[in-house]
């Protein structure tokens, strides 16, 4: 704000105040929007070899068909990319993270998912039908029965490995 006084052309005292106003190029995200920077990130990045970026009308278009129903608009998207709006709906989110491939904690500060997050490696282990079958079994089950479990899996890794030393081994 720039805030001028001194005399009008009458000689009487006068306030002139004018509002500046910064401006943000169209494109440009929000400097300290972590949701904007993580968006366009996905946008300029996220999208088929042969082509370049989604355009966020395209991408509205997606996420409205996958929700059978109208939950954003390439405007929104485009003004949450641009950190212009910061506060989208759980279904934009869910959307967006699906779209892009991504968890939809992508969008959120990494210190407040971190509090609740699970290691990578269990992530990773959990995508297998089997082991996730094998932990959802385990679960509730006593201490002593979850000692006889981990014994188990133990030798059975320990099986394992040794059957892929011998594989390794030269015959002759």
């Known amino acids: 704000m720039l805030v001028h006084f001194g005399l009008n052309s009458s000689g009487q ?3 002139d105040v004018k509002k500046s106003v910064l401006q943000v190029p169209d494109d440009a995200p929000h400097p300290d929007g972590l949701l904007a920077r993580r ?3 996905l ?6 070899a042969a082509r ?6 395209e991408v509205a278009a997606a996420l409205n068909k996958a929700a059978g129903e109208r939950v954003t608009s390439g405007t ?8 212009r709006r910061d506060n989208p709906t759980y279904k934009v989110v869910a959307g967006l993270a699906e779209f892009f491939g ?3 904690t992508y969008f959120f500060d990494d210190t407040a998912v971190e509090r ?7 992530v990773a282990a959990l995508q297998d039908d089997a082991v996730r079958d094998i ?3 385990a679960a509730g089950l006593s201490e002593d029965s979850l000692k006889v479990i981990a014994e188990t899996v133990g030798l059975a890794r320990e099986r394992d490995e040794a059957r892929r030393r011998g594989s390794r081994r030269p015959r002759g």
Do not use: C, I, N
């Open 43 to 48: 946008f300029r990045t996220v999208h088929p």
């Open 13 to 15: 005292a006068a306030l």
């Open 76 to 83: 929104y998207l485009w003004q949450l990319r641009t950190g």
């Open 102 to 104: 991504v968890s939809p």
């Open 52 to 57: 370049k970026g989604y355009t966020p009308a």
């Open 116 to 122: 609740g997050a699970m290691p990578p490696e269990v």
């Open 135 to 137: 932990a959802l079994r």
């Open 39 to 41: 968006l366009d990130h």
